[in-house]
């Protein structure tokens, strides 16, 4: 940075390094004098009435005692370029703003002065306390050290930010944001740099920015939210479809019922017609005309629709699950057909056998429906026991064998 600094210094600042005088700085002065008589009225007031207490000089001219005192104070700093004056994150915050700024021509001009006044309104808490020139200068030679960056910032943006933006928005150069952007840096890089490209019409604040920012996010969001509606509606729409679909799909027409032909009889109209100048009693004619009757259509029955519903469905589902317990499929229902007529072939010959040994024979066909009632319930109680044993018996032996 300090090569960089050589190749870009001032040509007013090495010109008092090459005459070892400070006239050549009483520009620089100047602009000083002027930054604090137009922004800290008070400070400089203070330090003119402690220079020339007699105060003989108007407010609207320079004072010598003012511009005299701001050249012994302000001389170190500008030849040093404030090094010895400002601590490190200052100092290299000032270099910066040079640098940056140094594509813009002569804008050291403006831009060093205005350090300087920022660092004596920044301590003038401390002037305003002085009795005397020596305590001036001894507060703005060693009190520097105590300024830290955000109190230069705060009073640059305050007071010379508009000014500055007015001055690079004016010109076809800078500012540059690195400077490498704009020169090579002496021994450290040989490469070709290309040239600035960062013109006025190209730039943009932050504001301008932000506000283009917000703006697209806010139309962003507006498209986002439409597009969410519309989808809303669609989907509202496909379930009302839906819903009408199922309605039309299980509500049954309803059976219109049979509307039976109506016949009107209308009586017969009689007609008079009369002709004047005449009697009326010989021209009367009596004509009887009936009305056309209008057959009525039969609206043809309509049939109950024989498509499914869910209870249909249910029934018939339900049907042939139990038909298939009960029958089976394939070879089950074979081997459960038989094993059922095995099941009734003995059943029957229970029975018969219950009957031989309760009433020692086989009853005939309709030899049952002959017994009396009192007799039927012993018999068939008797019969019941018999046959529980035989089958009790038979599954013993089942179980045994």
Not at 240 to 251: A, G, H, I, S
Not at 320 to 343: W, Y
Not at 365 to 375: G, H, I, K, R, S
Request: with cysteine; aromatic share 8%.
């Amino acid at each position: 940075m300090y090569r960089t600094f050589l190749d870009t210094m001032p040509g007013i600042l090495r010109d008092a390094y090459l005459n070892n005088t400070s006239q050549d700085l009483d520009p620089w002065y100047h602009k000083v004098d002027y930054y604090l008589k137009e922004i800290d009225r008070p400070v400089y007031n203070h330090i003119r009435s402690v220079l020339n207490p007699s105060d003989t000089y108007s407010s609207a001219a320079n004072d010598p005692h003012v511009l005299s005192f701001l050249k012994k104070c302000c001389y170190p700093w500008f030849k040093q370029m404030f090094v010895g004056s400002l601590t490190a994150d200052p100092l290299l915050f000032v270099w910066d703003q040079y640098l940056i700024t140094s594509d813009i021509p002569k804008f050291y001009d403006e831009l060093i002065p205005a350090i300087a006044a920022s660092m004596i309104i920044t301590l003038r808490d401390f002037l305003l306390k002085c009795r005397s020139p020596t305590d001036m200068e001894a507060v703005l030679h060693k009190r520097t050290n105590i300024i830290i960056t955000r109190q230069l910032q705060s009073v640059i943006v305050r007071f010379f930010l508009p000014d500055f933006r007015n001055r690079m928005s004016k010109s076809d150069f800078g500012p540059v944001i690195d400077p490498t952007e704009g020169r090579q840096w002496t021994g450290f890089n040989r490469d070709h740099v290309p040239p600035v490209a960062n013109r006025p019409d190209q730039r943009f604040t932050d504001r301008e920015k932000q506000e283009q920012t917000l703006l697209l996010e806010k139309r962003l969001r507006e498209e986002m939210a439409k597009r969410e509606e519309n989808e809303r509606a669609l989907q509202a729409k496909i379930d009302q479809l839906q819903r009408d679909m199922e309605r039309m799909k299980y509500n049954q027409v309803p059976v219109l019922p049979t509307v039976q032909p109506v016949q009107t009889i209308y009586e017969p109209v009689t007609i008079v017609t009369t002709r004047l100048q005449t009697p009326p009693e010989r021209y009367i004619v009596n004509e009887t005309r009936p009305r056309p009757i209008t057959p009525v259509k039969e609206i043809p029955k309509q049939k109950p629709p024989q498509g499914n519903t869910p209870i249909h469905d249910l029934l018939r589902k339900i049907a042939q699950t139990c038909n298939r317990v009960a029958h089976g499929e394939g070879k089950n229902a074979i081997a459960l057909n038989e094993q059922t007529k095995n099941d009734i072939r003995i059943h029957k010959l229970d029975l018969k056998m219950a009957e031989r040994q309760v009433i020692g024979r086989t009853l005939k066909v309709d030899e049952w429906d002959d017994l009396p009632p009192a007799q039927k319930e012993v018999y068939s109680q008797q019969m019941l026991e018999a046959v529980k044993t035989r089958i009790q018996k038979r599954y013993t032996a089942a179980r045994n064998s």
